[in-house]
DNA sequence: GCATTGACTAGGG
DNA sequence: GCCCTAGCCAATG
């Protein structure tokens, strides 16, 4: 377990239910605005039953993968009050989180 | 330690 | 709005 791993952990932990966040996202408030595809990777796999991987998903709604339980996620993003559609999430501005605070410069 | 890969993202067609 | 290309970071072989 790297630090940077275990930070981006933390920041998935924060996510609040009902609510998401991109990979982009995690990777800015883990202190890696450009590590997108990292947290990815980490993501791929994460074994932490803490951590709520599926609140994790692309910048435009897309869910990503979890591994081939694509369907599992869907339905626990969905148990969160949060629309989603076949490929990707309904509304995904609406339930976007930590963007504001994140201030991602580019 | 180098090379490849991947749950990514932004831009152009 | 979808497909292809280029860039970037950490993990893995």
């Known amino acids: 377990m790297t630090d940077f791993r275990r930070r981006v952990i933390a920041v998935v ?3 609040p239910a ?6 982009g996202d995690v990777a800015a408030l883990a202190g890696r605005p450009r590590a997108w595809r990292a947290v990815g990777n980490i993501m ?3 074994n932490d039953p803490a951590t709520p991987c599926h609140r994790v998903i ?3 709604g897309a869910l990503g993968g979890y591994g081939g339980n694509l369907q599992l996620k869907r339905g626990l993003l969905r148990a ?6 076949v490929t990707r999430v309904r509304r995904f501005h609406a339930i976007r989180w930590g963007v504001k605070s994140a201030t991602k410069r580019r």
């Open 13 to 15: 932990r924060r996510i």
């Open 18 to 23: 009902g609510r998401v966040a991109t990979y």
């Open 44 to 46: 791929r796999g994460c």
């Open 58 to 60: 692309g910048a435009a």
């Open 80 to 85: 969160e009050g949060i629309d989603v559609g």
